[in-house]
């Protein structure tokens, strides 16, 4: 190891050289600590409380953790629309469909909105509705009122439609006879047209 102590250093001089030699050979990647994506577990909630992350769960998993930090600032920036609603329930894994009282058939009183839920699973478990209840307060705008949810179940299966079509079509083309001379002159008697067709 190299030193920059001079020969007569002291032992205490040269045992802090040596534990201070240590920490410098640990590789500390400064970069990842500020990406949700590819930082540390552990900074997780410190990155949360930094980009103001309005409702956060230490039970979640690490990637809804990851992209519930990735999704704040922005929605921060459009908070009380429906896409920050969306955008919230999304990067916990629950992609909704909100629909508005105006979009609503028939039309809904003023200010409400329903949840559609989408899933995969067979249920939406009761911790799950606290959560997502939770993040509806935080994100709507406040004279907005939910007033209803709905669980739709999605189970994608592959289908396979095979489909034939055959058109054609039948002409006949006759060279109607007189009409037309060999010199390219027509024959105007009043029994042919100009396109050599009877009458």
Known sequence: MTTLLPPNATKFEMNFEAAFARVSNIEINI???????TAPVEVLPWMAWERSVDVWNKSWSDAQKRQVIKTSLYNHSIKGTVESLEVALNSLGFP???????????VGKPYTFKLYIQTSQDSVSVTDYKELFKVVRAYKNLRSHLIDTTVMLNSP???????TTQAGHEAEFVKSAGGLHLDGTWAL???KKLNGVDM
């Open 157 to 163: 299966s592959n289908l396979q439609v095979n489909a």
């Open 189 to 191: 008697d009043g029994t």
């Open 31 to 37: 970069r990842s600590f500020n990406d949700p994506m």
């Open 96 to 106: 909704v469909i909100v629909q508005e009282w105006f979009n609503m058939v028939p």
